[in-house]
């Protein structure tokens, strides 16, 4: 071992520890709505399992009864424009252009692989983004990757999108603007108002709506198609993404978009064209789940309902909460204070994760609570005294 080298990344690591901010992985156990981390089982508050798929053992024995092994391709072997094209991945675009209106759907190996490049491959230094001040760092990192011009208007504030739109709309080194947000925001649970996002985007021709539905696809609407099916504005963004390793209990990113679009990014996305596509039998299990998850309607329902109650509940213990969502954020502050409240609650068998920077703007640490449709009003009766 070379010390000196070692000791630079050593001594890195050393100042993370001490604000706090060391970040390890955990061996864990996940069963039902349960983790068991070193021996000790709690109700798992963790998860983006949001409907429980990715828990239910039925489900995985149905799928495998109904794929016969001729048929579980373990490894797609080559990009998507070589060899690695089966059935499957076309199978999945097919249910999910119907779901969504016959608009054209394009399949990635990740949600962060889509959102890194989407943006490179269609922005150019003719385009200026927008971009909401907390949108994921997939999406940060897709921007950064783009020759774009690119500018930030503040977390969900729609009257300041609409101010730098009219500012920057008649600018002619400009054709096109990308605005770029999260239907619901991963670490605030607060979503943005896509009817009023919709509404301001028809008054400049220049615009493209850019929405990340990560967190809303399977939960919101009544298909669990997202945010854009709850507010009926479907076809009115330009490129709706999402992701199926949260509700959809899978693996992989989705675009719905127009025909050209999809066509060009076949042609222009790095991502897409130099990695090898998923396992086929990746894609006939998130085609299985979709189907199912247009139906649990009742599911969605009962997970609306528990977010309710448990905003009000944070609420009413003082915290701000901004949530509207089963993403629950209480609002901390400062980190160490965070891991020790989370390492209570975790004690008293609810396994809640304290989120720090860079994660997080700093003084903003959290616990980030979120609901899965298997959380009963029981188990929140029996947490918010806790809080
Ligand atoms: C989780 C997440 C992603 C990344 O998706 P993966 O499929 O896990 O790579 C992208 N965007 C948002 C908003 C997310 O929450």
């Not at 003719?126 to 503040?154: E, F, P, Q, W």
């Not at 600018?171 to 990308?178: G, N, V």
């Not at 947000?181 to 615009?207: C, N, P, Y």
């Amino acid at each position: 071992m070379n010390s000196p080298l070692l000791g630079h990344f050593a001594s890195q690591l050393d100042d993370l520890k001490q604000q706090g901010n060391l970040r390890q992985f955990t061996s864990n156990l996940q069963q039902d709505r349960y983790i068991t981390i070193h021996h000790k089982k709690m109700l798992n508050l963790a998860s983006n399992d949001y409907l429980g798929l990715a828990s239910n053992i039925q489900l995985r024995e149905q799928f495998f009864d109904e794929t016969p092994n001729a048929q579980r391709w373990m490894s797609s072997s080559s990009s998507r424009l070589l060899t690695g094209n089966f059935p499957e991945y076309e199978q999945l675009e097919d249910s999910l252009g119907q779901a969504f209106h016959g608009r054209a759907a394009l399949l990635f190996n990740s949600g962060y692989h889509m959102n890194i490049g989407i943006l490179p491959a269609l922005a150019d230094s003719k385009t200026l983004i927008l971009a909401d001040k907390l949108i994921h760092a997939s999406m940060i990192d897709g921007i950064r990757l783009s020759t774009a011009k690119y500018v930030r208007y503040r977390h969900n504030d729609l009257a300041h999108l609409a101010q730098l739109l009219h500012k920057y709309h008649q600018d002619e080194s400009f054709e096109r603007i990308i605005v770029v947000t999260e239907s619901i925001f991963s670490m605030d649970g607060d979503e943005t108002d896509l009817a009023e996002l919709v509404r301001i985007k028809k008054q400049f021709s220049k615009v493209m709506l850019y929405v990340d539905e990560a967190h809303a696809i399977g939960v919101r609407g009544e298909q669990g198609l997202g945010c854009a099916e709850q507010y009926g504005v479907m076809d009115d963004i330009d490129l709706l993404v999402g992701t199926f390793g949260k509700a959809m209990a899978s693996i992989g990113g989705y675009l719905i978009c127009h025909p050209v679009i999809r066509d060009y990014l076949i042609n222009s996305m790095r991502p897409l064209i130099f990695s090898t596509a998923q396992p086929p039998i990746c894609m006939a299990w998130t085609d299985f789940i979709f189907k199912k998850v247009l139906n649990l309607k009742a599911e969605r329902q009962h997970l609306q309902q528990i977010s309710q109650s448990l905003q009000q509940a944070v609420q009413s213990k003082g915290f701000d909460c901004p949530s509207t969502s089963h993403i629950v954020p209480v609002m901390i502050g400062e980190s160490g204070k965070t891991v020790e409240k989370a390492q209570a609650l975790q004690d008293a068998g609810f396994y809640i994760m304290p989120v720090r920077p860079p994660t997080v703007p700093q003084h903003s640490s959290r616990l980030r609570i979120s609901l899965t449709a298997q959380i009963t009003q029981t188990d929140l009766n029996q947490l918010t005294p806790l809080l």
